[in-house]
């Protein structure tokens, strides 16, 4: 009769050879993971980085509007000083601030322009205001008279007398 075999298992490698092989494998990143990292990274920063140049423009368009209000405060005081007179430049009253932008604010007195061509109009040609323009030039710093115009369309305007202040796209 056969004795019952007994299995044996092989002989373990001992744990101080083990340790290194470990400990190298656990330093580091494969490169699967690095190139899997480095797409989330990626995805991520196409989806912030819009968002955020956006939310600087929006800001830099608020800051327009509020600094073409407070001049226009400037230019009531100067006409309420002058007996309805407006000044012919914003020097004239003090003002040498630039836009978002860094550029100044354009401003045409309209009711002492000799030419009626730089005087901001609407989509039917009419001027947008009767007593003068304030406005920015944008983000883009280009401006012609209509603000149908592809080179107006960013521009911040005051309208209608100063009852619109805004982009001229929504004006």
């Not at 920063?45 to 800051?63: F, K, L, V």
């Not at 009626?116 to 280009?142: A, C, E, F, H």
């Amino acid at each position: 009769m056969n004795a019952p075999s007994v299995h044996c298992p092989a002989p373990r490698p001992s744990t101080a050879t083990l340790a290194p092989a470990k400990r190298r494998r656990s330093r580091g990143l494969t490169l699967l993971e690095l190139l899997l990292a480095v797409a989330v990274l990626g995805v991520l920063a196409s989806i912030a980085i819009p968002n955020y140049s956006q939310y600087m423009e929006r800001g830099r368009t608020a800051q327009a509007m509020a600094d073409m209000r407070t001049i226009e405060l400037t230019i009531f005081r100067f006409s309420a000083e002058q007996n309805g007179r407006f000044p012919a430049s914003l020097a004239d009253i003090g003002v040498t601030q630039s836009d978002p932008w860094g550029r100044p604010y354009q401003y045409l007195n309209v009711m002492t322009a000799r030419n009626r061509g730089p005087v901001r109009k609407d989509r039917s040609l009419n001027p947008i205001n009767t007593d003068y323009d304030l406005y920015s030039m944008g983000p883009d710093g280009r401006s012609v008279p209509p603000l149908t115009a592809a080179h107006s369309r960013d521009d911040i305007v005051r309208g209608r007398n100063g009852q619109f202040v805004g982009k001229a796209v929504d004006f």
